[in-house]
């Protein structure tokens, strides 16, 4: 650490340009509309360059003066940072206290040799729990984010212990994730908002009066199909832009005995580290499809990564990749033997989960589009009634289908220090959660497990997303699964043994 | 299935204060029932005034939508809760059960509690009524205890405030405190 380690310093200036990032799409379109209409400056378009330029005057005094007013000093045993215009803020952090450093940088923030560092802490997740620094030099994140980790037990990155690195084969799982059609769909919404934005009205382009026409004298059957290729090409493609662009350079790793480290990105880089004693559990997801082609994805289970939704975008230990690797890395990021999920069975949930996993797919995805069809088909037209039949067969038979599934997925059980639940069909999740992280149990049920004596058991760990579920345990087994899990919970409020079963409810 | 050697949950020994039947009765009437109601009122009346033709479709429409699930919701609501709703404090772990259609308990061990929140509602306050909220570093950990008497909920916030500050300064062995790895992992006990 250099001697001026103690000083109170400023956030990078070059800080302030980043602030002037959100110019550019306003800025863009400006110019497209400029563009489209053949360089005359249509009179919308010169209220909103007086707007901006207002709005540009006032958010860059602000960001001067936030900027102005920020500090942060890291001495040997804290790191603190001082903040706010009219309410001065500091927030000390004890160095001990610092669980995982993320250094992220947004393609502005490389451009100009930036780096945001967020430090969480073991408070409770949310705000409180953690210290963003926006922005320093990359060089300044990096003796940061050593200084900060050192506690943690970060060492140089020669004895590494590599848990997965990129295979660019691993990119013909891409299009399996990505929402290939919705992705499709929002990016021609985004873009059809953009141009509407700046005056350019779709339906009024000859261009595209003519394409529309010629499309609907064709045969249909030509047509459709090749619509749906288009679509489905155009979304792999991006599909695969945002796998690249997520997992260029990815690479996890223990960084020395305490803390896990994964760095990935090609545009926005980040770089995320996990403390050992806050990583509670992993989870190897499988969607349908990716399942289908023998791939799957890890996800860690871990606090201070912020909440459900950030923790989920930061705990991503590995992308879609083949389910061996998979297995590899979750094996390696809890320290177990690489066989832990495939060489211990499961037990399985009773038959009454399989009955209601059928019974709400009849419910939601049969009985409304039947019912629909046939009145519609009972007042419009008869061929609707065919329709009705023939999608209450076929969804009745995808339906059985997935619910069998379902049910064959469903499975829990204990394997020395971790606690394996697995559900979920459209996704597939298998949990593999440490059984000292769980901080409380909670027996749920509905109506219908009620009566067929299934019941879900969550277990509360302050990591990931907060509660895990083991979904339709049968009754009977339930309290004994939470005893043996994680003993000290339940024991105080156990039925006397002996007495008679009561009526549920 | 009732084998008696597998151990059972019984339900936590204190029910809620009886004003809590009263409290939901009113929550329902101002939020969920009373609105429905209204509108099927108005809907009615509106129709009998301009459009009488439509009566004879509307008014079991009305019945069936809105009238049966408002009443429904306003009699059956207050006294499921009534029997679900109840709690207890025991000496390593607090227990609540709550809920009407879906049921839920949960146990959250002392040595885990972060904080003890009381709140009181406009309406509770009219009925002398409090929830008591005990947090744990887990969202998914919080155990909720609506309806007690404002003493009760006092004592009991008071109660559990020590016997989790004891819980924490003596660990009992079993519940080590938040992200603990020094337990021991106990063998595999399926």
Redesign the interface.
Known sequence: MSRHADAWRRPAARTLLVHCGWLAPPLGSLALAVLATGGRIPPGALITLAALAVSFAVVTAAGLIRWSRTRYRLTTDAFALRSGVFSRRQRTVPLPRVRNVDLTATPLHRLLGLTVVRAGT?A??GELGEITLNAVTVREAHRLKTALLARAGARAASDDVVLGRLDWRWLRYAPLTFWVFGGVGVAAGTAYRILDGIGVDLWRVTLVQDAVAELGDRALWLTVPAAVVAVTALGSLGALAVYAENWWGYRAAWTGPGTLTVRRGLLTTRSITIE???LHGVLLREPLLLRAAGGASVTAVA?GLGDEEESHARGALLPPAPRPEALRVLAGALRAPSDLLDSVPL?PHPRAALRRRAMRGLWFAVLPATLALLALGASLTPALLHAAWIHALVATAATALLARDAHRSLGH?????HLLVRAGTFSRDTLALE???I?????????FG?RH?LVTL??????G????HIRDV????A??LA??AR????????????????SP? | ??????????P?RHRVDPLARRWWAVQALLTVSGPMLLTALALGLLSALFFPGALPWLAPLLLVTLVAPALGYLLLMPRRRCA?HAW?L????V?AAG?W?????????LS?V?TVDTLRGPIQRRYGLATLTVT??????A?EIAGLAEADAEELSRLIGRAASDARTAP?G???P????G?A??????
């Open positions: 073991t409770t997740d050992r004693s806050r606090g037990v059980a204990l394997h020395g220090s059984r000292s992280g901080i409380a149990w909670t027996f749920s049920t509905s109506p009620r004596g969550t277990a509360a760990v302050a990591a997303e907060h509660g895990y049968a009754a009977g087994d309290v004994a005893m043996a003993p000290g919970i339940v024991e105080d409020f156990l039925e006397p043994p002996g007495r008679p079963e009561r409810g | 299935m009732s084998l008696h050697s597998t151990p059972r949950l019984r936590p679900t207890e025991g000496t390593h772990a227990y809920g259609i879906w049921q839920r308990r949960r146990i959250a061990p885990q972060q744990t570093a887990s969202t998914a950990g155990v009992t079993l519940a080590a938040v992200g603990g790895i337990e992992a106990p063998g595999g006990a399926a």
